[in-house]
Nanobody, 127 residues
Framework: QVELAESGGGSAQAGGSLRLSCVAS????????MGWFRQDPGKEREAVAH????????FYADSVKGRFTLSLDNAANTLNLEMNTLKVQDTAIYYC????????????????????WGKGTPVTVSS
């Protein structure tokens, strides 16, 4: 069992930066595919970025590639998302998610493929 708790987020100006963190509790952390989704009201939840805790391999959505960076602090069971050069379009609720590592290895980042979710943290980017 994995429980996820997000922190960070908040408000920023376009062009600015924010950092999200997700702490995972439970013994399964080291075998997980972990990542971030975001969702605007009325829209589908979309995959933003994922990382294999096992191999360190990463996936980034085209919309954030080159601006967002994932990192792991394995000693603290923590996934970080550094968000730079923020755009108004990045405004959303951001959710941390986890699934068994084969999801990362197979590139399956569908929201309904994730087993565990955090409660979400809001990010608002203003122009």
């Amino acid at each position: 069992q994995v429980e996820l708790a997000e922190s960070g987020g908040g408000s920023a100006q376009a062009g600015g930066s924010l950092r999200l963190s997700c702490v995972a509790s439970g013994s399964a952390y080291s075998s997980q595919c972990m990542g971030w989704f975001r969702q605007d009201p009325g829209k589908e939840r979309e995959a933003v970025a994922h990382i294999s805790v096992v191999s360190g391999s990463t996936f980034y959505a085209d919309s954030v590639k080159g601006r967002f960076t994932l990192s792991l602090d394995n000693a603290a069971n923590t996934l970080n998302l550094e968000m730079n050069t923020l755009k108004v379009q990045d405004t959303a609720i951001y959710y941390c998610a986890a699934a068994p590592d084969f999801r990362c290895q197979s590139g399956d980042f569908r929201a309904d493929a994730m087993d565990h979710w955090g409660k979400g943290t809001p990010v608002t980017v203003s122009s």
